[in-house]
């Protein structure tokens, strides 16, 4: 059953949380100022092709990359929660007897950032509703290197999780532009990069 109010919530996506993590504004800028003037790469295409042939594969493959010897793979699963006002689609879903196992295909050699692990949770929380079943744990598999990273999902995990969504919606109603990242490498090759006057 849905939580009262929860109707009158801003709907937000998985990407808007990962996003969050890795600079407060960018979610603020398209839900907030909708700049959808997102331009699509040569390499997110090839990243795109990737993912394809990636579960094109995994479909073959067993379950050793992810220490795992059963479970029934669910891919490009779309999942949305009413109570969190919530969607995205998740790569694939390890669907266990006593746990269900969130995947997230990722087509770079780069370690896993902070932005990401909480990507995991906020689906780890959707999968959940989804597949009625626990979700302690997730993956991320490195499609470059050929190898799955586990990323355990706590309780502080999902707490920063619900925060990070009612720190967008906040935003997003009292049109404030939140504090940039501190990591300013990041804004060198941010798209948004013009809309914020204090990075120049």
Known sequence: MMPPGASR??????????QFV?????????L????LHRFVTSAMREGQAEHARTEALEER???????LTDGERHFDVALH???LALGGRLDMA???????????????REGL??????????????????????????FVYFI???????????PAMRGYTRRVLGAIRDAVAQERMPAGTRALNRCRVCEFLPYCNDRW
């Open 22 to 30: 890795y600079c407060p504004r960018i979610p603020y800028f398209r």
């Open 32 to 35: 907030g100022l909708r700049l």
């Open 94 to 108: 390890i669907v266990r007897a006593g746990e269900v196992v969130p995947v997230e295909f990722k087509n770079s």
């Open 144 to 154: 470059p290197l050929k190898r799955a990273q586990q990323v355990e999902i706590t």
């Open 113 to 138: 950032g902070l932005n990401h692990k909480y990507q995991l949770t906020a689906y780890a929380m959707l999968a959940e509703e989804r597949f009625e079943r626990p979700a302690r744990r997730a």
């Open 61 to 67: 493959r067993s379950l050793r990359a992810y220490g």
């Open 81 to 83: 929660s009413e109570g």
């Open 9 to 18: 919530l801003l709907p937000l996506t998985v990407s808007d949380v990962r």
